[in-house]
């Protein structure tokens, strides 16, 4: 069904929905090369929505498939893929797209609803008041099952994870660079304030915080 000109289709579970995502496109107007040099941290952010297409590109290059195989953009060590990414929109922070947060189904290329409502105030708290991140009508969380990489590599997954966190971050980075915006980064908050805020599963542990948007 169509909820505010989005298609819907059914998720897993009972009664669940997810919001299909524009397809990505894999050529853009900005070669790596310039994303690199014009890449800064952005700590200030303009008034102004992103549309799907936007978020769809944005996670795509984050952590997207990369080809039939189910390979992604970023890299993973056994392609154990520990990490998890979730979307917390503002109000009017993406048209058309009801304020809350949204998990990233990388096989579906989808959003996956889940708290409702306006939660970068929430966020901002929890990451010792970080003020400017509100400003940013998104914000990407990535957040970690370490279980997923540990099972095959013991205690040295976690340090494979937090490489992988690595490799997303800067994905995030070029890719809004690429698309004319920018991206902020905060790694400084409490993880158990955060996880309550963002309802994540108990075995899913926040790692980064990255506000985008267009350049204030």
């Not at 790694?187 to 996880?195: H, T």
Request: with cysteine.
């Amino acid at each position: 069904m169509v909820i505010l000109g989005l298609m819907f289709t059914a998720a897993p579970g009972p009664g669940a929905e997810l919001v299909k995502l524009p397809p990505p496109s894999y050529k853009g107007a900005m070669s790596v090369e310039e994303a690199l040099k014009a890449r800064r941290t952005v700590r200030q952010f303009a008034a102004r929505s992103l549309d799907l297409w936007q978020v769809s590109q944005l996670l795509w290059g984050a952590d997207g498939l990369s080809d039939p195989r189910g390979h992604r953009t970023a890299a993973s060590a056994g392609a154990t893929y520990p990490l998890e990414i979730y979307l917390v929109v503002g109000e009017r922070g993406v048209t058309d797209l009801p304020a809350g947060v949204y998990r990233y189904l990388v096989k579906e290329h989808a959003l996956e609803p889940g708290v409702k409502g306006d939660l970068r105030q929430a966020v901002a708290r929890a990451s010792l008041h970080q003020a400017w991140m509100t400003q940013a009508p998104v914000m990407a969380i990535i957040a970690a099952d370490y279980r997923r990489c540990t099972a095959r590599y013991g205690e040295r997954g976690l340090m494979y994870t937090h490489m992988e966190a690595g490799h997303v971050g800067t994905n995030v980075f070029l890719q809004a660079e690429a698309l004319g915006l920018g991206a902020g980064i905060a790694g400084a908050f409490e993880d158990q304030g955060l996880s309550q805020a963002l309802q994540l599963p108990k075995e899913q542990v926040p790692l980064l915080v990255m506000p985008v948007g267009f350049k204030g």
